[in-house]
């Protein structure tokens, strides 16, 4: 196991949010990103030792961080997120966009936001899905399209 120097300062800064125990940078950053990929890969609130092992960081400190916070309990092949408000609050989000998206598609178009935003980002101000982007990333397919391709890669 690395001391906490190798591990750098994301395990020796803690976050507490209400309801949740102090946490590390590091473990409420794999918390939120194991959340979102098992949403993605279709199984909500279990992250598998596949997407772990994928990740370039070390997670075996952060893991069991999670663990020992009683956040996460070991299943075979994964993790089940055990503390699930914050799994249930990005469902949620996800199944409005969704919908929100959809009725868009429905549509036919997208609702530019104003567009006097500093950043560059011109927006959906229905579903909120980027129609001009400041990096040239990916963006709205006409029509009330979905986000198209990257044209960066």
């Known amino acids: ?4 120097d190798a591990l750098g300062d994301d395990h020796t800064t ?13 473990a409420v950053q794999l918390h939120t990103a194991g959340i979102v990929n098992s949403i993605q890969d279709g199984h ?3 992250v598998s030792d596949g997407y772990l092992n994928a990740i370039a960081a070390e997670t075996t400190t952060t893991v069991l961080e999670l ?5 996460w ?9 055990v ?4 799994l249930k609050v990005t ?28 950043s560059g980002w011109v927006t959906c101000s229905h579903c ?21 391709p990257d044209p960066r890669q």
């Open 91 to 118: 469902i949620d989000f996800n199944e409005k966009t969704d919908r929100l998206e959809a009725e868009c598609a429905q549509r036919g178009e997208h609702l530019p936001s104003d567009g006097d935003d500093e």
């Open 73 to 81: 309990e070991r299943r075979d092949g994964g993790y089940l997120v």
């Open 14 to 26: 803690f976050i507490r949010f209400e309801g949740m125990p102090a946490l590390s940078h590091a």
């Open 128 to 148: 909120t899905i980027p129609l001009k982007r400041p990096d040239g990333g990916p963006v709205a397919l006409p029509g009330g399209g979905p986000l198209g």
């Open 83 to 86: 503390a699930d408000d914050m």
């Open 67 to 71: 663990e020992a916070a009683g956040m």
């Open 1 to 4: 196991m690395a001391d906490a």
């Open 44 to 46: 909500p609130g279990f």
